[in-house]
């Protein structure tokens, strides 16, 4: 039960970071939109927690870089000055 759950997280993590790049691909969104950051933030964390299930650590890598960007680009409107 354990596995099919891993491969449920992995597969909605492969569909929200495919639909991110299809909605921004065909400017439905855009880059720096809270949609699109958050999909690819919950696709990243569900593809890292599958490939560390599975030790397929490169691709869990990319993946954590992935997360750490969706949350800066998050998080950088907090920083700016608001002049």
Known sequence: ??????????????????????????QKI?????????????GS???IINTFYNHAFPSMTVNIIWAFIAIAV???PLFQNKS
């Open 30 to 42: 855009h880059s720096n939109s809270f949609f699109y950051q958050i999909l690819n933030l919950f």
């Open 1 to 26: 039960m354990e596995k099919i759950l891993i491969e449920i997280i992995g597969w909605a993590g492969s569909f929200a970071v495919v639909l991110a790049y299809l909605l921004v691909s065909y």
């Open 45 to 47: 964390i569900c593809l």
């Open 74 to 76: 998050l998080i950088k």
